[in-house]
């Protein structure tokens, strides 16, 4: 950015201050993100923040991507969560998109690694993880967040997680166009992503979603524990030289945790969250982040080789029950698809609870075999054990997706519950087959 365009983004600013009244006025710029500087404002009620965004993300095919994305931000508006920047207003100004938030207190979380008091670490990761939290009630993963994103106040007792220009539901499919075709972008900065969302390994899922914020905030918490940005060694070295072999670097190595001055606990959770593994990952929560004694004494036992979170003693019966259950229904219904003719790569696991397993099954079809049709099907099996009047129950929903016609199409459909007994594998594994043939004569007629 050279200084006649900085100088044009403050006359610019100036100009919707002066549109907004006499009592806007244009303090100073309080920063600059990849796409957008950002300036401080004086307002009738206090100052604000302006992202006022470059031409090159304001216009042309850029500037529509740019303007979708306002949409999320705006939509979440004057929120009641403390740990996630406000929005006021958000849309176009001249020829320039612009948001207006609220101004978040002290300053960018990377720039003070290295005077974070040890005592503040759980307390920031535990306001961290409140927020995402807060994202996700609202089916919303933030998908950058990094110490970049964070502003910490100046007595490191609060934070505020900052740019939600990436936010995704974590139901939706396609996303903003970023998994409509071949071409996958990554939205993200690619130190603070695990190789299953650099290199686009899977399809999206609310499970893949929840992967990458465990990861993510286990990357802020090494960065407090090691008082630097990951792999920031690395990046120095490949940033002007060689991306790929930096790439390589953060998607295969495990970065260094430790600290003789942190609690073992921290060091073990931030360990686990940045587990190269996404499934093994996936089976932390975002409550695993909170700083509660329950929690604490989760991660104690964990540490001692015990693998529940402190739950009642018969959960561990039930999720044995549900891990044997979704094993067989996936050796059934990959056997039936077999039989038609469809290899599929399957793969099981646990969902949103102990009490829900995830069954899903991934194949390619050739464009012969399509006839234009149908490509990239996506069939997943959401089973969960359920009570009702006393009897255990089984059920769940079932979703195909597929790309047709350049669009990627879901169906779903709800598996009527079951006694939850030795013939409950076998009742879902034929309801699964028989509903194949029903949800894709939906998809292709959408």
């Known amino acids: 950015m050279d200084r006649s365009d900085e100088d044009e983004n403050l006359e610019i600013a100036r100009r919707w201050c002066a549109a907004k009244g006499d009592d806007w006025l244009v303090l100073d710029e309080a920063g600059r993100g990849g796409t957008a500087p950002v300036f401080t404002v004086s307002t009738p009620n206090g100052p604000l923040a302006l ?32 740990y996630i920047v406000r929005v006021h207003e958000g849309g176009r100004f001249e020829d320039r998109l612009f948001l207006l938030m609220d101004k978040a207190p002290g300053q960018e979380l990377e720039k003070r690694l290295k005077n974070i008091p040890r005592s ?39 934070l505020t997680l900052l740019d939600l220009s990436v936010v995704r539901d974590i139901e939706d499919p396609i996303g903003l166009g970023t998994d409509d075709g071949k071409t996958l972008p990554v939205v993200a900065t690619s130190r603070y992503s695990p190789p299953e969302y650099l290199f686009r390994l899977h399809p999206p899922s609310p499970e893949l979603w929840h992967a990458l914020d465990v990861y993510q905030i286990g990357g802020v918490l090494h960065d407090l524990i090691m008082r630097e940005p990951m792999f920031e060694e690395e990046y120095r070295v490949s940033k002007d030289t060689n991306r790929y072999r930096f790439a390589w670097i953060v998607a295969t190595q495990e970065p260094l945790v430790q600290a003789v001055d942190v609690d073992a606990s921290l060091i073990m959770l931030a360990k686990r969250a940045l587990d190269k593994d996404w499934m093994r990952r996936g089976s932390l929560r975002l409550e695993d982040f909170l700083d509660d004694s329950e929690v604490r004494s989760s991660q104690g036992l ?4 015990a693998n529940f979170r402190g739950a009642p003693s018969n959960r561990s019966a039930a999720t044995r029950w549900m891990a044997g259950l979704s094993e067989e229904v996936e050796q059934s219904v990959s056997a039936s698809l077999r039989s038609i003719g469809i290899t599929a790569r399957h793969t099981s696991k646990v969902g949103g609870s102990d009490q829900e397993r995830l069954v899903e099954f991934f194949w390619d079809v ?17 089973l969960a054990k359920l009570e009702e009047a006393g009897r255990a129950l089984v059920g769940g929903e079932i979703t195909l997706a597929s790309d047709v016609m350049n669009q990627r199409r879901t169906a779903s459909m709800s598996i009527p519950p079951a006694k939850a007994d030795e013939d409950a594998a076998s009742y879902v594994s ?6 194949l043939g029903q949800l894709a004569a939906e998809i292709l007629g959408q």
């Open 51 to 82: 992202k006022l965004y470059d031409r090159l993300f304001s216009q042309g095919e850029r500037g529509e991507e740019s303007e979708r994305r306002l949409g999320p931000q705006v939509a979440l508006g004057l929120h009641d969560c403390p």
């Open 120 to 158: 503040a670490i759980r307390t920031l990761v535990d306001q961290l993880a409140r927020a995402c939290l807060y994202l996700r009630e609202r089916n919303l993963s933030h998908r950058d967040i990094k110490s970049a994103n964070i502003f910490v106040t100046d007595d490191f007792k609060k």
């Open 302 to 305: 964990q540490a001692l080789g």
């Open 366 to 382: 050739s464009e012969e075999a399509a006839g234009g049709g149908m490509s990239s099907p996506h069939l997943s099996a959401r």
């Open 430 to 435: 034929a309801f699964i087959n028989a509903a």
